[in-house]
């Protein structure tokens, strides 16, 4: 761990039901260095996780991310977790009920209390929920992390965790929330038909007549959607494929990737984590020594050139081109 790095980390505490849900949206982030499953703002010391179930000691299943602002701002993580619960219910979280697992957002400091105002007020002021936004913004108390077995649970149990997450209902309301005809309807007027296409209809744009398929200038290439960074101009080679190609992604944490039986095929789709553009498919038949080739739509993308990242905000990817 580099020292002087750490001094800038900043904590962030989010309540939002069951945490082992809570877990899966910020891993493998840019700038996210660690997230602990737990307990807090009750009264009881040390709470088992059957006591607070009970819903005896005041606590709420919460996770903490330790996080650097420089790399990934907190309004970044306030956005994740409104795109991960449901903010108009009080008394639980989907089938998960009582206190313990209430939402909430528990500030550090000042400015994480103000932001958390502010973008609870601009989703109100959005009407995409008929109901009242109900989740509470209250001081950071003591943070008890929770049992090992609670760490990390859906990597020990995959299937568990997946039966579970399905059956609770999250995915399916945040589906409905967040991926409405409304949204796209915006999206269609900033995007080319192409680039809409591609992003929200899974399009695929011809080889060779494409912007990028050949681009050898460095730079960065992000959404096209979100401005989210995916690919660095370092990784791009040329595969005779006809789209742009790149041996790896900028971050495995920008990336989704999914099961894709279409067309009579079973391939590996690749989804933009942030804003959920189709980009392509990810394939073995790549450079060594990982030997996989991300075979990306360039409709999907904008490219910043390297010369231009610092007037961009993305001054931070320089040393990753």
């Known amino acids: 761990m580099n020292n002087t790095h750490s ?91 009582g206190s313990s697992y209430r939402p909430a957002i528990f500030y550090h400091d000042e400015q994480q209390r103000e932001e958390a105002i502010a973008s609870k007020e601009a989703l109100e002021q959005s009407g995409r929920f008929s109901k009242q936004i109900v989740v509470e913004i209250e001081p950071a108390s003591v943070f008890y992390p929770a049992e090992e077995y609670h760490q990390d649970y859906h990597l020990k149990n995959p299937l568990r965790y997946k039966y579970y997450r399905h059956g609770s209902g999250r995915d399916s309301f945040l589906q409905q929330h967040w991926n409405t005809p409304k949204d796209k309807e915006e999206l269609r007027k900033k995007l080319t038909p192409m680039q809409f296409e591609v992003t929200q209809n899974n399009a695929t744009e011809p080889p060779f007549r494409n912007e990028f398929y050949d681009n050898a200038e460095p730079g960065l290439y992000v959404d096209i959607v979100s401005g989210e960074p995916l690919f660095s101009s370092r990784d791009q080679f040329d595969a005779g494929c006809g789209w742009p190609s790149f041996s790896q992604p900028l971050h495995g944490g920008s990336i989704m990737e999914h099961q894709d039986y279409s067309h009579g095929m079973h391939r590996i789709e690749v989804r933009s984590r942030e804003a959920d553009s189709h980009l392509g498919h990810v394939f073995d038949d790549g450079p060594k020594p990982g030997g996989l080739r991300y075979c990306i739509n360039s409709a999907s993308l904008r490219f910043i050139p390297k010369d231009r990242l610092e007037e961009e905000g993305y001054g931070r990817y320089l040393s990753e081109l």
């Open 7 to 97: 001094e800038s980390w900043r904590k962030a505490t989010f309540a939002g039901g069951c945490f082992w849900c809570m877990v899966t949206p910020f891993e493998e982030l840019p700038g996210i260095h660690g997230i602990v499953s737990g307990y807090t703002g009750g009264t009881t010391e040390n709470p088992t996780y059957e006591e607070v179930c009970s819903d005896t000691t005041g606590h709420t299943e919460a996770v903490q991310i330790t996080y650097d602002p420089e790399i990934f701002p907190y309004s970044k993580l306030l956005d994740i977790y409104w795109k991960s619960v449901d903010p108009t219910d009080a008394g639980g979280q989907f089938h998960d009920r």
